[in-house]
């Protein structure tokens, strides 16, 4: 087992104003009776992630008093408007130099499960320094970023685009750990997707 200072570190973007959605942050949106940040939180930890780094934007104040998030690292990123970039970047910048690598999550895949963050840190443990959860054969979240490649991940981080620069240039060394079977990857963006995750505890189908 790696020690704590060297494992790979959870970093969980929750900065989103769910504009789209309507509903207000996407991190306080009330999910099994509590905000969506705290089970995306328990999902991480029980995966196997010992620390926890939250980035924290819209309503930030109000999130860090409503959710349960002791023992989490939050990071406040005040460019939180500018997209999900700017919230990958203050993650990156916040973590311990010494953690193998960052498992990158959104907040808002409750279809992410324990599982899949497991087999990303199993992959890693078996020498992946770049993974990416895959459903049935497509590539999702969470990503594995290792700590080799965080600079390039941030520099690419512009908008919306996330880590997606980063995961194009190393296409070839990116290692896809399919996940299809313990879970779906699909993000709350709408309030219609929002009321079947409440309903049905998943998206509705195609």
Same mark, same amino acid.
């Given at each position: 087992?790696q020690p704590?200072e060297?494992a790979?570190?959870?970093?969980l973007? *929750? $900065?989103?104003e ?6 207000g @942050?996407?991190?306080?949106? #009330?999910y099994?009776g509590?905000?969506l940040?705290?089970?995306a ?8 992630? /010992?620390?926890?780094?939250?980035v924290?934007g !819209?309503?930030?104040?109000?999130v860090?008093?409503r959710a349960d998030? +002791?023992g989490?690292?939050?990071?406040r ?9 700017s ?7 916040a973590l @311990? @130099?010494?953690?193998?690598? /960052? ?6 895949t409750p279809?992410?499960? /324990?599982?899949?963050? $497991?087999r ?9 320094a770049?993974?990416?959860? /895959?459903?049935?054969?497509r590539r999702?979240? #969470?990503v594995l970023i290792? $700590?080799?490649?965080w600079a390039?991940a941030?520099a ?6 996330? !880590?997606?620069?980063?995961?194009? $240039? ?5 290692d896809?750990?399919?996940c ?8 709350i963006?709408? *309030?219609?997707a929002w009321?079947d ?5 998943r #998206?509705?189908? +195609?």
């Open positions: 087992m704590p060297t790979p570190v959870a970093l973007l *929750a $900065a989103g769910g504009r789209r959605l309507g509903l @942050p996407k991190a306080l949106l #009330p099994r509590r905000p940040v705290e089970h939180v328990s999902v991480l930890r029980t995966g196997g992630c /010992a620390r926890v780094l939250v924290l !819209a309503a930030a104040d109000e860090a008093a998030l +002791d989490c690292l939050l990071v990123n005040p460019d939180w408007r500018s997209g999900m970039g919230s990958l970047r203050a993650g990156l910048a @311990p @130099p010494a953690a193998s690598a /960052a498992l990158v999550a959104l907040v808002d279809g992410v499960t /324990a599982g899949a963050v $497991a990303l840190l199993d992959a890693h443990r078996r020498g992946s770049l993974a990416a959860a /895959a459903y049935r054969g999702a979240h #969470p290792g $700590a080799g490649h390039e941030a690419g981080a512009v908008g919306d685009s996330g !880590a997606r620069a980063l995961l194009r $240039a190393h296409a070839a060394e990116l896809l750990v399919e299809g079977d313990v879970g779906v990857p699909d993000d963006d709408t *309030a219609e009321a995750w409440q309903t049905r505890g #998206p509705r189908a +195609d």
